[in-house]
């Protein structure tokens, strides 16, 4: 086990909704990263949060938003979901302390309908 | 061309094989190397770290980075039923900008070792 625990494990949305999972870094990890795995692809990068900062974005549009906690824990929003949004989102918390090795929660299986 | 290529597989064999897992890349920036395991339907598990050319070993997983070749390897000796999963190569560039700690992944390569 990591210690970097998602909510929730599963979601179904609607087309056109908006959802918000949730992150709880590992002790002692102050910076947290998402990504989205589509089906039989490698994780994408989706943003890092740094001490309540954005600290690095991917390639995804503004309806993708976050936010870091005082206690490092964080959110990944998404807005106007779209069919392609389906996918496994990922956590990974890390020290930060000039190493970037990641460590993973279980992730959070999102199906938009 | 994506950063990182790795070859998706599947890849099948006998239990107690020796398994040979590889990754390419284009961004010579890259200096953390990193290959995580992942279950079906679990979150990615962090097997290796490196950060210099050369081999690490970790009882039967060996890290292998050739920077001048751009190429890293992951090596499972004596293999088992258990490592039937799926293996992520991961890499980033060193700490600093909006680049640090971003991990860029490989497609990732489906192993299954039969009994």
């Known amino acids: 086990e990591t210690g970097v625990t998602q909510s929730p494990t599963h979601l179904i949305k609607t087309r056109g909704q908006q959802v918000t999972l949730r992150c709880s870094s590992q002790?002692?990890?102050?910076?947290v990263s998402w990504y989205q795995q589509a089906l039989g692809q490698g994780p994408q990068f989706i943003f890092q949060?740094?001490?309540?900062?954005?600290?690095g974005r991917g390639n995804f549009p503004p309806r993708f938003s976050g936010l870091q906690f005082p206690n490092y824990s964080s959110e990944l929003n998404v807005n106007a979901l779209e069919l392609d949004d389906s996918a496994l989102y990922l956590c990974?918390?890390?020290?930060?302390?000039?190493?970037?090795?990641?460590?993973f929660g279980q992730g959070t299986r999102l199906t938009v309908v | 061309q994506k950063e990182v290529e790795q070859d998706p597989g599947p890849l099948s064999v006998p239990e107690g094989a020796i398994v040979s897992l590889n990754c390419t890349y284009s961004n010579s920036a890259f200096q953390y190397f990193m290959w995580y395991r992942q279950y079906s339907r679990k979150g990615p598990e962090l097997l290796m770290y490196?950060?210099?050319?050369g081999n690490k070993e970790d009882g039967r997983f060996t890290a292998q980075v050739d920077k001048s070749s751009k190429y890293i390897s992951l090596f499972i000796r004596d293999s088992q039923p258990s490592d039937s999963a799926t293996y992520l190569c991961a890499m980033s560039t060193n700490a600093g900008g909006t680049s640090y700690g971003k991990l860029t992944f490989g497609q990732g390569t489906i192993l299954t070792v039969h009994p």
């Open positions: 949060y740094y001490r309540e900062e954005e600290n």
């Open positions: 490196t950060y210099s050319s």
């Open positions: 990974a918390s890390s020290s930060g302390q000039g190493r970037t090795e990641a460590f």
């Open positions: 002790s002692g990890h102050n910076t």
